[in-house]
């Protein structure tokens, strides 16, 4: 199983905001420019974010996206979700219908591993990962790297 662009880079975004989320707003370009991905397809992604509350808009100078609720209640499963990524391993994509308008000899088999998936990216919650020494060290250096937050950092 690959889990497209589309959740990855969802993923990583909603990682870079909570791992700012003391020091204010991230803006999409911020996103774009630290984790090297496309502008206009954080736009596209964080319109899906947005829509499904997982962040919010702050506007005006100084503005951009902060966690809509608190790190600890989001899943990476919700992220995931919220784009429209398909996490579903079986050939049918679940309706059972894999071999001729029935159930394969391993759909089952398939079936279960999603479901197992599922659960397990669910009990993943963004503030496990944020608050891991490596990951406090990584981001330090990539603000460092891109001047990120050079005029507001009072935190992190």
């Known amino acids: 199983m690959k889990l497209s662009t589309k959740g990855r880079y969802a993923v990583t975004a909603m990682m870079d905001i909570?791992?700012?989320?003391?020091?204010?707003?991230?803006?999409?370009?911020d996103i774009s420019q630290c984790q090297g991905i496309s502008l206009?397809?954080?736009?596209?992604?964080?319109?899906?974010?947005?829509?499904?509350?997982?962040?919010?808009?702050?506007?005006?100078?100084?503005?951009?996206?902060?966690?809509a609720k608190p790190a600890n209640d989001i899943s990476v499963a919700d992220i995931i979700d919220s784009v429209d990524e398909k996490l579903d391993l079986t050939k049918c994509g679940g309706k059972g219908n894999c071999n001729h308008g029935a159930k394969c000899l391993t759909h089952q088999l398939w079936f279960d591993l999603t479901c197992d998936l599922h659960r397990f990216l669910s009990g993943i919650k963004l503030d496990q990962y944020v608050n891991r020494?490596?990951?406090?060290e990584l981001v330090k250096k990539q603000?460092?790297?891109y001047g990120r937050f050079l005029n507001r950092r009072t935190a992190a």
């Open 40 to 67: 206009s397809y954080l736009e596209q992604l964080f319109s899906k974010l947005r829509n499904n509350g997982l962040v919010k808009g702050v506007r005006g100078p100084g503005g951009g996206y902060r966690l």
């Open 143 to 145: 603000d460092v790297q």
């Open 133 to 136: 020494p490596q990951i406090s």
């Open 18 to 29: 909570a791992l700012h989320e003391k020091v204010g707003p991230v803006t999409l370009a």
